[in-house]
């Protein structure tokens, strides 16, 4: 296997893990494919995809979810490990990317959570130079003891995935304003709510 290389979006440190390709960003022309790993809620996906297709121009296409398996899942930690849901959509990348032009990104409701780190959680990852994932377990309310609140959760989606393809599909680097919709250092959800809706 070639090597691989993603970055966890929520802490202070960028990850380096194997590759399978060392290439540059794909094109902005790129489409967004979204694939559910595990149960995602309906009307969830379908807002976020219709955001990302109004903020970028690029057409996003939404595909059936792919089953979170009992094998992915560290039942020790109750999280599954982004490493294994990469492992899930490189297969989905292989297919739908024929052309090198696209993103393929992982939706998950689970907890999620890198092998090797010593990090309690994360938000999302990416793998260079189109997969990457994204958590929504930590942005939801509802698993933080409080009220639900489906807008709040939507945003806090919206700004990190837009940030995802802001560093895959446009190339942006990671800043170190606070404000900034590509800030690198993501730890918590303050952090989450204070970064800007656009970069």
Known sequence: MMPRMFTALVAALTFAWPAHAQSPAVAPAATIHLVPIGAVGAELRDRLAAYLEKRFTLP??????????KQMIDYTRRQVPAQEIFDVL????????????????????????IKGLDWEFAFAARE????????????????????????????RLEKMTAK???????????????????YGRIRNLEDLDRISATF
Not at 164 to 182: N, R
């Open 60 to 69: 996003v296409k939404k595909h059936p979810q792919i089953s979170l398996t």
């Open 90 to 113: 490189e297969p989905k990348r292989a297919q739908l990317l024929r052309d090198g032009r696209g993103i393929v990104i992982g939706l998950t409701a689970y907890d999620m959570y």
């Open 128 to 155: 260079e130079p189109s997969l990457a994932a994204v958590s929504t377990f930590r942005m939801d309310e509802a698993n933080q003891g409080r009220r639900g609140d489906e807008a709040l959760l939507l945003a």
């Open 164 to 182: 995802l393809i802001g560093a895959l599909a446009l190339g942006l680097p990671d800043s170190s304003d606070p404000a900034s919709g590509m």
